[in-house]
């Protein structure tokens, strides 16, 4: 089975989790929404701007292309938000990439932003409610853990290609102090790197 289906089965495998999981709320007795992930106490987006590789990830469908080095490049843009350009190595061996938008929802802790692409149904309104959260960061911002209010999302970035054991580690408990699980996150392949698709909670 070639690596593409691997990921493609695995990303069926998180839906039909997601869809069950749906059915068995819609059927409980209604109870009050859960408080979502907190955001860091405070981002300097200025530090936080530059590049990022992504080490991990819970599967979305716009990034099914990817197949490695898959990263994204933050920018500060004179409106005072954050030019966003992601781009990956595809599995033909091309290069798939997007431009966007964020903007900081929080001025308190600057660390929850709404990121919108234009031309993409869904992401294309430049304003909302924050669909990116910057949840755990380390001191010296070489990693961060990304989601969203939904917990449907997640990202581990970091500004090498590869992190350290303890580093690893540290992630993998950010992870689940924002009530996630590590087994829904992949490994991304990145030249210099993680080589291989897993799970996160097997490393």
Known sequence: ??????????????????????????????????????????????RYAGTWNQLAAIPQPFNVECARDTRAEYTPDPQGNIAVYNRC????????????????????????????????????????????????LAPDYSWAVVTDPSRLSGFVLAREAALPAPAWRQVRTAIEAAGQSPCFYLTSPTTGGIPDIAPLCLR
């Not at 709320?25 to 200025?46: K, S, Y």
């Not at 595809?90 to 692409?117: M, Y």
Request: aromatic letters at 6%; one cysteine or more.
């Open 89 to 136: 190595t595809t599995w033909t061996g091309g290069t798939n990439e997007i431009r966007g938008t964020a903007k900081v929802t929080d001025p308190f802790t600057r660390a929850q932003l709404h990121v919108s692409f234009p031309d993409v149904p869904g992401q294309d309104a430049s304003d909302g409610p924050p669909n990116y959260i910057v949840t755990a």
């Open 1 to 46: 089975m070639t690596t593409y289906r691997v990921v493609r089965r695995i990303l069926g495998c998180i839906s039909a989790s997601a869809a069950a999981g749906a059915l068995i709320a819609g059927a409980a007795v209604a109870q009050p929404p859960p408080t979502g992930p907190a955001p860091v106490p405070a981002l300097d987006l200025d």
